[in-house]
């Protein structure tokens, strides 16, 4: 800086020219544009530069080697356990001097992430008879860091990222979305549980017309979702409103869901949406049914008892 202020401010001889120290060099700081923990064990960097990576801490180890490159695979030496956070300090320096320094926090993912359906929904709930949404397992994992939401992130009104639960097939996990259980003691019922978790939503679940989407992992890829609607033509398209609109457009683009959406028009607080015993899955509305009032079965294994009309 001295130097800067020094030519800046010098006057030069008659006839003479003032020359910029700096001029052509690289005045550009390294930038991180990327990084992510792989495989709970390996730190992936990406920089938009050659850099030498001159000052390494993860885990509180400090790394004595200095690599080069754009891209790198530094290891943590151990496996992150699933939710266990650590810190990472790296300090980048290009060719011409400049440097950066980055602070990040990780978080070990849950690497056993199971298949799982959206089971049975009350979407018109009542202080008697709660807005729930209900998941089974149709294999052995474990739920830590999925997320349940009733949109896309960017409409969404709230998302759950369920907790550390260990889960084989046929087990459930009930969600009282926007209260809380009376018991949080896990159901069994030849065989299989199912664990209680409270959603806590500030609102409810979106009437008549929404969507409810299961992704793997923040950012993850969507598990399962249902569409549900009235069908109401003068609203978003037939979708009932903008939320569900734009839920519906990304499921089909993507392959997550296909035709119309499950007509809700008959749920009430007493006759929910639920999927047809056994776990039928085809991502369309097919799968599921308005049960015949008081018939729901949340934490037990869906029964087939429609609702016939009045």
């Known amino acids: 800086m ?13 006839g003479g020219r003032i020359y910029d120290a700096f001029e052509g060099k690289d005045k550009t700081i390294p930038c991180l544009l990327s990084y992510k923990l792989e495989d709970n064990r390996m730190v992936e960097l990406a920089y938009d530069e050659d850099v030498t ?7 509180g180890v400090e790394y004595r080697n200095a690599p080069r490159g754009t891209l790198f695979s530094l290891p943590v030496g ?3 356990g699933r939710g266990e956070s650590i810190k990472v300090y790296i300090t980048a320096e290009d060719a011409a001097g400049n440097s950066s320094r980055a602070a990040m926090t990780l978080i070990g993912k849950n690497t056993d992430i199971p298949d799982a359906v959206i089971n049975e929904v009350s979407i018109k709930g009542t202080g008697a008879s709660p807005d729930r949404i209900e998941l089974l397992f149709l294999e052995e994992g474990n739920a830590a860091g999925m997320i349940v939401s009733d949109g896309l992130p ?3 009104q709230h998302s759950l990222i369920l907790p550390d639960i260990a889960v084989k097939p046929y087990d459930m996990i009930l969600i009282y979305w926007d209260s809380e ?3 949080k003691d896990p159901v ?37 979702g249902i569409l549900y609607s009235t069908g109401s033509a003068e609203a978003a398209d037939g979708w009932g409103n903008s939320r569900t609109r734009n839920a519906a457009l990304h499921m089909m683009a993507y392959g997550h869901w296909h035709g119309d959406a499950i007509p809700s028009e008959d749920v009430t607080s007493s006759r929910v949406i639920a999927r047809l015993p056994g776990g039928q899955d085809t991502d369309s509305a097919e799968d599921f049914f308005i049960t015949a009032a008081r018939h729901s079965t949340f934490g037990l294994p869906n029964e ?7």
Do not use: H, K, M, Q
């Open 78 to 80: 151990r496996v992150i």
């Open 181 to 183: 259980a009376e018991s």
């Open 53 to 59: 990576l001159i000052d390494i801490v993860i885990d």
């Open 154 to 156: 960017e409409d969404a």
């Open 2 to 14: 001295a130097l800067a202020v020094l030519i800046i401010s010098s006057c030069p001889a008659p």
């Open 304 to 310: 087939y008892i429609p609702y016939e009309g009045d």
């Open 188 to 224: 069994f019922n030849e065989g299989s549980f199912c664990y209680i978790v409270d959603g806590g939503s500030s609102t409810t679940l979106s009437g008549t017309n929404g969507a409810i989407l299961l992704y793997a992992e923040s950012g993850g890829r969507i598990l399962d």
